[in-house]
């Protein structure tokens, strides 16, 4: 039996220690810290040191805790009584460890038995962070959600060379997260000079809020997006005119391919033409050669005879039958028994397929993509509004270390084409960039591609109207790191995103999420030294995130700081604004800008 003499407990100490995780029991919580400042920021997910004699720290996190109720007999002054004594479980998971000033993962250099617990210092968890990440590299967006005195750093090489993800539903700070995110890194210099930093930030912005955030970027929208169908490629023709369920789709396939590979030589001097070549050609003519085919008719005998009304036209070859088509919607001779005969094509397949064709190259909302500024826009043009300097076609356009496309104004029929074709373009120049250094050269213009509501163009779906843009994003995930193109991918539902996209990216600010599948999917992302930490994700406030990745060197809890200027992204205050007058509406302004 113990006397109150003899009982001798420290306030706290290592009662088990596992493969990835401690327990640690504390008797007394006002002896365990040494100022209450820190007693009183102990809560899941702060930090502890661990200590033993040589002299190395394990850092952990606290995964969890419990109370523990033991009785004790004692004799106090010759009377035996019963005392409960409460005390604190705690489980932590462990971090690193700090040797020498420096923090290394892992925890095996630590000695068994620890001799010392108490909560880490301000000092010691700002080596957590800084201590392995050079002053150059570091990029910093947010402060630790357990002591926001304390600014979490990322590499900001690590975290801008290899894809990213932002991750978060609705409401959680998305928006403002990726505006903080690239706000840092445009205003960011090595050395204090005059104008823009050389960083290239494309925005595909899908729902037209970025533009308040970022009031000095190239923005483009339908009003003055210059996007030429000619630079389409191959499977983007097809998908944008083609019906995958037509029971004609042979037919119509050979015909396009045809048509627009004869256009192109007619207006190109190179000789290697193909179907995806992009290479000028005019799509009202293309157009007219398909008319023309639809009602040709011909010679009986001899096809190469076409038998217009009022003059026949003969035709040295079927390619000159293509170029006699090309110059306008001819008017055929009707059909004779033995004498004139329809054309190959003039039977009914190319009726639906030529009346989409039509719809589509005659639709006003389609203009960016087949009016007279896309067909004559020159390569060089299209390609500099993208990747953010000043172009020769527009007076509005400005050198920008940000490009903002609003695809709010793009029918849903053609945006995947649309993500596709740019995507694309923006992987090709950084392809054929290093074609032209040298080879110990880096790439000198870097390109940051970002994707916000990712999952609606690039989903994990087979369906056809997503393939133009899942192939291109694929590709960038996959190998537009070595061209210096880069992935951000933004989304509410990550468990929805290409698989082979979002296992491409490196680093993860997942912010709250409350749907359980996409809870699953992040809890993949970590690894299982970090216990229940995802546990946290559907009670997060706005703001705050889970950084994890190969940028940071431990996943960590974190409040992104605040950006300035904001985007468009406040949601609706109903209430407030059901409570004022009621308001009249102009409807005639919102048929007229439905209609353009």
């Keep these: 039996m113990a006397t109150t003499n003899e009982l001798k407990v420290p306030s706290a100490e290592v009662i088990a220690v596992y493969p990835n995780k401690i327990r640690i029991a504390v008797d007394d919580f006002s002896k365990f810290a040494t100022v209450d400042e820190q007693l009183e920021k102990l809560r899941v997910g702060s930090y502890l040191e661990v200590a033993d004699d040589d002299n190395h720290k394990l850092i952990v996190i606290i995964d969890n805790y419990s109370i523990e109720y033991k009785e004790e007999k004692l004799e106090i002054e010759g009377e035996e009584k019963t005392l409960k004594n409460k005390r604190y479980i705690i489980e932590a998971n462990p971090l690193g460890t700090l040797v020498n000033e420096k923090f290394q993962r892992g925890g095996e250099s630590l000695t068994i038995p620890p001799t010392k617990v108490k909560p880490a210092t301000s000092d010691d968890i700002l080596k957590v962070y800084q201590s392995n990440i050079k002053d150059s590299e570091k990029f910093t967006f947010s402060k630790l959600l357990t002591d926001k005195t304390i600014e979490v750093p990322v590499n900001g090489n690590n975290f801008f060379n290899k894809h990213f993800s932002i991750v978060g539903s609705t409401g959680s700070g998305k928006s403002h997260t990726v505006a903080k995110i690239l706000q840092k890194a445009i205003n960011a210099k090595n050395t204090e000079y005059d104008g823009l930093n050389n960083s290239h930030i494309v925005i595909f912005d899908i729902h037209g809020e970025y533009k308040t ?8 929208d339908t009003s003055n997006l210059i996007l030429p169908y000619w630079l389409l490629n191959g499977e983007e023709l097809e998908e944008l005119f083609l019906d995958s369920g037509d029971r004609n ?120 993509l087949f009016g007279t500024e896309s067909r004559d826009s020159s390569f060089e043009d299209t390609l500099a509004q993208f990747v953010g300097y000043k172009t020769s076609s527009s007076k509005d356009s400005k050198d920008s270390n940000i490009t903002i496309i609003d695809l709010g104004g793009i029918p849903f029929e053609v945006l995947s084409i649309s993500v596709s074709l740019i995507s694309r373009m923006l992987f090709d120049y950084g392809f054929f960039f290093k074609k032209i250094l040298k080879g110990d050269e880096d790439c000198e213009t870097p390109l940051l591609l970002l994707y916000e509501e990712a999952h609606k163009y690039v989903p994990k779906s087979d369906l056809v109207k997503f393939r133009a843009s899942k192939t291109a994003i694929e590709r960038i995930a996959k190998e537009g790191r070595k061209y210096g193109v880069t992935l951000g991918i933004v989304s509410q539902r990550p468990s929805e995103i290409s698989e082979t996209i979002f296992s491409q990216c490196n680093s993860f600010v997942v912010m709250r999420l409350t749907n359980p599948d996409d809870q699953n999917y992040v809890k993949k992302l970590l690894p299982d030294t970090m216990g229940n930490m995802t546990d946290t994700l559907p009670s997060l406030k706005a703001g705050d995130a889970l950084l994890a990745g190969e940028s940071i060197i431990i996943p960590s809890l974190v409040h992104i700081d605040r950006c300035s200027p904001e985007p468009k992204s406040s949601d609706i205050k109903y209430y407030e604004v059901w409570k004022e007058k009621w308001k009249d509406v102009n409807f005639s302004d919102i048929i007229n800008q439905w209609e353009k």
């Design 249 to 368: 789709n042979y037919n119509q396939t050979s015909i396009l391919r045809r048509t627009i590979i004869e256009n192109k030589k007619k207006y190109s001097k190179s000789t290697n033409i193909h179907f995806g070549t992009p290479s000028k050609f005019d799509i009202q003519e293309v157009y007219n050669c398909l008319y023309n085919f639809q009602h040709e008719t011909t010679d009986y005998v001899d096809s190469l005879v076409i038998k217009q009304e009022g003059n026949d036209i003969n035709c040295a070859s079927i390619e000159d039958k293509y170029t006699e088509f090309f110059k306008s919607m001819l008017d055929f001779e009707p059909t004779v028994r033995s004498k004139i005969k329809s054309g190959i094509y003039a039977d009914g397949t190319l009726d639906k397929f030529i009346d989409r064709f039509e719809n589509k190259i005659n639709n006003n909302r389609l203009n960016f």
């Design 213 to 220: 955030a970022f009031p000095n970027a190239n923005y483009i």
